[in-house]
């Protein structure tokens, strides 16, 4: 069955810290996503990539990296995380091919204090 | 660069009640739509998707039209259930971008018994 699993489900992170966002798909998708999710906002495209070692900045990718070391595993990295990084963020997988429509995680809540 | 536009935010109805949440976007060429439904502590599902003008996406009861004239892809139902409560996103993606995707702000359905 496809599935796109996240890891942590919930994060709570002190000011300054590190934190890593983990992102797991077996569906041997090409594409994988990186959304943050806000009140008012919608979901917004943080990070996504094509493939393994590929990464590319989507609309809000100031304060986050990104890593794809696998077609199986994507990452979202908050190097020195703030409180306007407490989000719900998703992780989605897609096919490569045009008008595809992208299967998500269950998402991670992080609260940054 | 593209955009979608959800007008509504929250929408209250009874059960039984017609339901309509306004989708416009703003895109070059021909972008596929997508309606997607979120759960709470759930991730976004698709619950259908349209890639030309006049083609009508349908699923569980709800149905929307592409049209490329007025630029919309709005949501209806004709009776709708308290399990219908969710929120709504309608979302594009541009011809060439695979399974990346532009989110609208979401609408958030309650529904009364």
């Known amino acids: 069955e496809a599935a796109v699993t996240q890891s942590p489900r919930n994060k709570v992170a002190v000011t300054g810290g590190k934190v890593t966002l983990s992102c797991n798909q077996t569906?041997?998708?090409?594409?994988m996503y990186w959304y943050r999710q806000d009140t008012g906002h919608g979901l917004r495209l943080i990070h996504y990539?094509?493939?393994?070692?590929?990464?590319e900045k989507g609309d809000i990718p100031d304060g986050y990296k990104a890593s794809r070391p696998s077609q199986e595993n994507f990452s979202l990295i908050l190097e020195l995380a703030t409180p306007s990084q407490t989000s719900v963020y998703f992780c989605?997988?897609?096919?490569?091919?045009?008008?595809?429509?992208?299967?998500f995680g269950e998402g991670t809540r992080l609260s940054v204090l | 660069g593209d955009s979608v536009t959800q007008t509504e935010g929250q929408v209250a109805l009874s059960e039984e009640d017609f339901l309509t949440i306004h989708c416009n976007y703003s895109?070059?060429?021909?972008?596929?739509l997508f309606w997607y439904v979120q759960y709470p502590g759930e991730g976004p599902q698709l619950l259908f998707r349209?890639?030309?003008?006049?083609e009508k996406g349908s699923s569980r009861g709800f149905e929307a039209t592409y049209d490329k004239g007025t630029t919309s892809f709005h949501l209806r139902k004709a009776s709708v259930q308290e399990s219908d409560s969710a929120v709504y996103y309608c979302?594009?993606?541009?011809?060439?971008?695979?399974?990346?995707?532009?989110f609208g702000k979401g609408a958030k359905l309650t529904v009364s018994p």
């Open positions: 349209a890639s030309r003008d006049k």
């Open positions: 989605a997988s897609g096919p490569g091919g045009n008008n595809q429509a992208p299967l």
């Open positions: 990539s094509y493939g393994a070692g590929s990464t």
């Open positions: 895109a070059s060429g021909y972008p596929t």
């Open positions: 979302a594009l993606s541009q011809q060439g971008t695979g399974s990346k995707l532009s």
């Open positions: 569906n041997n998708h090409n594409n």
